[in-house]
């Protein structure tokens, strides 16, 4: 009996530590937002609204510091749709810091953007997030054809972040924005037209062939005699005619050669 019960001693010995279970979905999301909580700024908060956010369901935390608790969270696709659904200003920030690229899908990316009632919902995961996965182009063409103010910002600002951070994509892509930025410019609605001229601009600044194509389509737009497409034109040249853009436009063609 000694013998059998050491035995059985040195095997639970031998036996590899069971590893910690995950805490649940809920539990987590839940110390996601307490973490959030802890960082809450009132005076950020207030100030929300000078920028035409919503502060109702905010605690007004940085960016700075929702991306540190991000940091300390990493990748996690469910817990990011998790914090989406709570329709907390704060937890769907911090939703497009920690989602993984990879899983996103085109339901999720339209589900998204038709929740979403300001700027800051429709920009930031078009920028840090959206752009990153093999859905985005089909979803700027999509949404521009959308009636929804946020959804059709969304392909605009989609766009113009796919000008930073798609690095591969070829010109005909772009080219292909500007007809669509063109069709767009006449919407009068605040928010799209500043994400359309948002998009020209971008797609100016990309290299030298787009350039020329973006000024053409700005010129066109600059002439018309409607208000909001000629304030989108004129605005983009501005920025595009300008000696620092043309700088670094030019020393990108030189590193090219």
């Not at 059998?4 to 839940?30: H, Y």
């Not at 956010?53 to 996690?76: C, E, H, W, Y």
């Not at 600059?222 to 595009?240: F, M, N, Q, S, Y």
Request: aromatic share 6%; glycine share 4%; net charge positive.
């Amino acid at each position: 009996m000694k013998r059998a019960a050491s035995s059985e001693a040195a095997l639970r010995r031998k036996r590899p530590a069971a590893t910690a279970a995950v805490p649940a979905l809920a539990t987590r999301c839940a110390e996601a937002v307490a973490a959030l909580k802890s960082h809450a700024d009132p005076a950020a908060r207030d100030g929300m609204r000078r920028y035409a956010i919503p502060n109702d369901k905010a605690f007004g935390v940085s960016m700075r510091d929702v991306q540190a608790v991000a940091k300390t969270l990493g990748r996690d696709h469910a817990l990011a749709e998790a914090l989406w659904q709570t329709d907390l200003y704060d937890a769907r920030m911090l939703a497009c810091y920690i989602d993984d690229p990879a899983a996103v899908t085109p339901a999720q990316m339209d589900r998204w953007m038709a929740s979403v009632d300001n700027w800051a919902h429709c920009d930031t995961p078009c920028f840090v997030l959206f752009d990153r996965t093999p859905h985005a182009w089909k979803k700027v063409q999509q949404w521009a054809g959308k009636r929804e103010e946020f959804v059709k910002r969304g392909a605009f600002a989609l766009l113009a972040s796919l000008t930073v951070h798609d690095k591969q994509a070829p010109d005909e892509n772009y080219l292909h924005g500007l007809d669509l930025i063109e069709q767009a410019a006449g919407d009068e609605r605040n928010f799209v037209k500043k994400a359309v001229n948002w998009a020209l601009r971008s797609i100016g600044k990309r290299n030298s062939k787009l350039h020329a194509a973006a000024v053409a389509v700005a010129q066109r737009l600059a002439a018309l005699p409607e208000a909001t497409p000629r304030w989108i034109g004129k605005d983009a040249l501005r920025e595009l005619n300008s000696a620092a853009v043309k700088s670094r436009l030019a020393a990108k063609s030189r590193k090219a050669i």
